[in-house]
C-alpha cells in the first residue's frame, strides 16, 4: 500500500461545475495535509494547508478532513479552465517534526470550456 | 512575500563538469530542502535542512552534495552525474521542520548529457 494515494485521472469537469479531488493515507499519526497545485512544467504552488478534522474553506477551495479514515480531500467549486493542472496531496511523515512530506501520485484535472 | 528563488532556471552539463544549484529565500525561514522530480512523478525528498544543520538526507548518491551557507541560502553541488539525474531540482522553504507549510521554487531543469 502506497503511502499517500490519489487517482491519477484525468478527472474532467465541464466549466462552472465542482471538481472532487480525493485522497488517502497510511500512516494514522499524519499531523499536516496540504494541496499542491501543479501546472504543466511548473513547480507546485500550495493551494490549502489542513490539520484538524472538518473543513477548510478559501474561496473556491474547500479542504476537507477526516483522520479516523485517513482521507483528506478538496473540493474546487466553479471549476475554471485555468484550473486544469495536477493536483498533490502531501502529507508530513510521523507526527510531523522531520518536514518530510510524503507526496501521492497526483491527480490530473482537465476543467472543459 | 512567498518567494523562493532558484537558479538557474535551466542547465545543461556533461557528466564529468561540476555545477551547483542555488536557492535563496528570504522569509525569515529555518527549513529549506531540496526535492527532485521527474516527468509525470511527484516531488521525491533529497535533503532537509534546519537551522542550517543537515538533518536528513534521504540516501541521495555522493554526487549531490548539498550546502548551506547560512539561514538564506541553500546549494546543490553537482559532480559526476548520469543522464538518469537529468529532472527538475526542485528547493522549498518552511518556517520550520515540524508541521509547517512549505514553498517551492520555481525548479532548475537540468539535463545531463
Known amino acids: 500500500q502506497k503511502e499517500v494515494e490519489q487517482n491519477s485521472g484525468p478527472l474532467s469537469v465541464p466549466e462552472g461545475a465542482i471538481a472532487s479531488l480525493n485522497c488517502t493515507y497510511s500512516?494514522?499519526?499524519?499531523?499536516?495535509f496540504f494541496w499542491y497545485r501543479q501546472y504543466s512544467g511548473k513547480s507546485p504552488e500550495l493551494i490549502m494547508s489542513?490539520?484538524?478534522?472538518g473543513d477548510k474553506e478559501d474561496g473556491r477551495f474547500t479542504a476537507q478532513l477526516n483522520k479516523a479514515s485517513q482521507y483528506v480531500s478538496l473540493l474546487i467549486r466553479d471549476s475554471q479552465p485555468s484550473d486544469s493542472a495536477t493536483y498533490l496531496c502531501?502529507?508530513?511523515?510521523?507526527?510531523?517534526?522531520?518536514?518530510?512530506?510524503?507526496f501521492g501520485q497526483g491527480t490530473t484535472l482537465q476543467v472543459k470550456p | 512575500d512567498t518567494e523562493v528563488t532558484q537558479t538557474p532556471k535551466h542547465l545543461v552539463m556533461g557528466m564529468t563538469n561540476k555545477k551547483s544549484l542555488k536557492c535563496e529565500q528570504h522569509?525569515?525561514?529555518?527549513?529549506m530542502y531540496w526535492y527532485k522530480q521527474k516527468a509525470k512523478k511527484p516531488p521525491e525528498l533529497m535533503f532537509v535542512?534546519?537551522?542550517?544543520?543537515?538533518?536528513i538526507n534521504e540516501s541521495v548518491p555522493s554526487r549531490f552534495s548539498p550546502e548551506c551557507p547560512n539561514s538564506s541560502l541553500l546549494n546543490l553541488h553537482l559532480h559526476a552525474l548520469q543522464p538518469e539525474d537529468s529532472a527538475l531540482y526542485l528547493c522549498?522553504?518552511?518556517?520550520?521542520?515540524?508541521?509547517?507549510?512549505?514553498?517551492f521554487g520555481q525548479g532548475t531543469r537540468l539535463t545531463v548529457v
Open positions: 489542513i490539520y484538524s478534522n
Open positions: 522549498a522553504s518552511s518556517h520550520r521542520t515540524e508541521n509547517t507549510e512549505a514553498f
Open positions: 500512516d494514522r499519526v499524519s499531523q499536516s
Open positions: 535542512y534546519s537551522y542550517e544543520k543537515l538533518s
Open positions: 502531501a502529507v508530513t511523515q510521523g507526527s510531523g517534526n522531520t518536514g518530510k512530506l510524503i
Open positions: 522569509m525569515g525561514h529555518r527549513a
